[in-house]
């Protein structure tokens, strides 16, 4: 059963998934408590793996899902970051085909992260975000970006989902999914497949 998160009168606190490695644990996740779990993401909201589980390179990745308007929750999210989290960012944002992005520039306002745009055969390093570009779709394999053209008859698909389902067969029980309001339906597939995967999934809730 889902953990679920509702906006408490003291601070939320950061969550651990269940000790069963079979089970995974989804909340909702209030506006006010991304600053929270994001203090310690890797400590309290993904467990140390064993070595021998461990990817190569030993760091999680972490898919956020967000609308083109979320810009005020991603900035929430990071600026309560530390800079030596030891955790990759991976920003998945609905874009239109037709709109300049100021993304990297307006989030680098708000960390110290280097934030960067993601570039295709990027491999992807502990301590950075990466974001999406207008008109491509992404995906992850062995750790490195790969972007495609957005065909025209898939202005309507699905960024967040073609994301995390890569980021779950790439990542395994490593991936967490970061689900923020205004998404609609984008990131459902995506959000089963890390949890079937063994990740940890997060949902920002709506009424929040």
Known sequence: MATVLHPPQQRAKPMKPESDPGKNTAAEL???AISDIA????????????????PADGFPIVGIGASAGGLEA????FEAMPVDS?????????????????MVELLSRK??????RAEDGMQVEANNVYLIPPKKTLTI????????????????????????????????EHAVAVILSGTGSDGTRGVRAVKE????????????
């Open 30 to 32: 209030p506006g006010s």
């Open 39 to 54: 203090q310690k993401p890797s400590v309290n909201a993904v467990e140390e793996p064993s070595e021998s589980s461990k």
């Open 74 to 77: 991603i900035e929430a999210f």
């Open 86 to 102: 030891g955790i990759a960012f991976v920003v998945v944002q609905h874009l239109s085909p037709d709109y300049k992005s100021l």
């Open 111 to 116: 960390t110290d992260i280097p934030v960067q």
């Open 141 to 172: 394999f062995h750790r490195q970006l790969l972007l495609e053209d957005k065909k025209p008859r898939e202005s309507n698909s699905l960024p967040v989902d073609i994301f995390l389902r890569s980021l779950a067969e790439d990542q395994g």
């Open 197 to 208: 995967n063994g990740g940890l999934v997060l949902i920002q809730d709506e009424d929040s």
